[in-house]
């Protein structure tokens, strides 16, 4: 039977962020709550649910709504399902995603949703940041934008997997069964959906813009690197037990602050995406 709620969203700040209240999530949403969230997704490129209990299997079904739900990104078999999603500690990786990143941008076709919850946390520390990357294109100076929407630039994988250590290792000989190390995407991302143009360079895996030169490249990215920090663009949220994030990786970045040396135990599911476009198609 379709669960009947009355939703509520408040927003955290005017670039990014929203609370969604009155609403559990699983796989029984009526189609207007369900709508509710996926609007809300679209419009503030990261929700927060707190209290959710729903089992993986459900919370699966929700995300079938919006695509082909994955355990992850990167290191998974074709045909993932819910019983393969284990939970998670950050503590070893932390310093991995202690960057601002869009989830696996190294990929051809990297996901375009991700959803934690969180369900062990530090006392104290282990929040994670999030930043809009249409507020921050939008915020540059014209020319400046049209120029960065006819470029292209290099995604690799040997960037974060540096940032891991002895776990980077491990990782990059999974990951290099199945994939490429690097990918070219579009420095400015056309949203399929809703048309928006975002920033798609990231601090954790961008190293190049074809067609520069090295130290052209070098200075635009750091620039751009710096400008998408700005408070004006982001949030930081200090999660709960149960608490789900809800992110669209193609327009949101994230960080999660590694200030925490407990474990900290969350489920993790992805939503297969699409190879990002750039303005020019
Ligand atoms: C991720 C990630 C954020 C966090 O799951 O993709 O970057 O809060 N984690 O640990
Ligand atoms: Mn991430």
Same mark, same amino acid.
């Given at each position: 039977?379709?669960?009947?709620?009355?939703?509520?969203?408040?927003?955290?700040?005017?670039a990014?962020?929203?609370?969604?209240?009155?609403?559990?999530? *699983?796989?029984?949403l009526?189609?207007?709550?369900?709508?509710?969230?996926?609007?809300?997704?679209?419009?503030?490129?990261?929700?927060?649910?707190?209290?959710?209990?729903?089992?993986?299997?459900?919370?699966?079904?929700?995300?079938?709504?919006? *695509?082909?739900?994955?355990?992850?990104?990167?290191?998974?078999?074709?045909?993932?399902? =819910?019983?393969?999603?284990a939970?998670?500690?950050?503590?070893?990786?932390?310093?991995?995603?202690?960057?601002?990143?869009s989830?696996?941008?190294?990929?051809?076709?990297?996901?375009?949703?991700?959803?934690?919850r969180?369900?062990?946390?530090?006392?104290?520390?282990g929040?994670?940041?999030?930043?809009?990357?249409?507020?921050?294109?939008?915020?540059?100076?014209?020319?400046?934008?049209?120029?960065?929407?006819?470029?292209?630039?290099?995604?690799?994988?040997?960037?974060?997997?540096?940032?891991?250590?002895?776990? *980077?290792?491990?990782?990059?000989?999974?990951?290099?069964?199945?994939?490429?190390?690097?990918?070219?995407?579009?420095?400015?991302?056309?949203?399929?959906?809703?048309?928006?143009?975002a920033?798609y360079?990231?601090?954790?895996?961008?190293?190049?813009?074809?067609?520069?030169? =090295?130290?052209?490249?070098?200075?635009?990215?750091?620039?751009?690197?710096?400008?998408?920090?700005?408070?004006?663009?982001?949030l930081r949220?200090?999660?709960?037990?149960?608490?789900?994030?809800?992110?669209?990786?193609?327009?949101?970045q994230?960080?999660?602050v590694?200030?925490?040396?407990?474990?900290?135990?969350?489920?993790?599911?992805?939503?297969?995406?699409?190879? =990002?476009?750039g =303005?020019?198609?």
């Amino acid at each position: 039977m379709a669960t009947r709620t009355t939703p509520a969203l408040n927003r955290l700040t005017p670039a990014v962020g929203a609370v969604i209240d009155g609403v559990q999530l *699983g796989d029984d949403l009526d189609s207007e709550t369900l709508g509710f969230v996926q609007k809300a997704l679209l419009d503030h490129g990261v929700v927060f649910l707190r209290n959710q209990q729903a089992s993986v299997e459900s919370l699966w079904g929700f995300l079938e709504n919006f *695509g082909t739900p994955w355990k992850e990104d990167s290191f998974g078999s074709d045909d993932d399902g =819910p019983e393969d999603v284990a939970d998670f500690d950050f503590l070893p990786t932390r310093h991995g995603t202690a960057i601002w990143h869009s989830d696996s941008s190294f990929l051809a076709e990297p996901p375009k949703i991700t959803l934690l919850r969180a369900l062990s946390l530090p006392e104290i520390g282990g929040d994670t940041c999030w930043a809009s990357m249409t507020a921050a294109y939008d915020a540059l100076y014209a020319p400046l934008r049209a120029m960065l929407d006819d470029l292209t630039a290099v995604h690799s994988i040997d960037v974060p997997m540096g940032r891991m250590g002895e776990y *980077g290792d491990v990782f990059r000989a999974n990951f290099e069964e199945r994939h490429a190390s690097q990918q070219v995407h579009p420095v400015v991302a056309v949203h399929p959906e809703t048309g928006r143009k975002a920033l798609y360079v990231t601090e954790s895996c961008t190293n190049r813009i074809v067609g520069l030169s =090295p130290h052209e490249g070098r200075h635009l990215l750091a620039m751009l690197f710096e400008h998408i920090k700005s408070p004006d663009f982001n949030l930081r949220w200090r999660w709960s037990e149960n608490d789900i994030a809800l992110w669209d990786n193609r327009s949101v970045q994230h960080y999660a602050v590694p200030d925490y040396d407990s474990p900290r135990v969350v489920q993790r599911i992805i939503v297969a995406g699409e190879r =990002p476009k750039g =303005p020019g198609g």
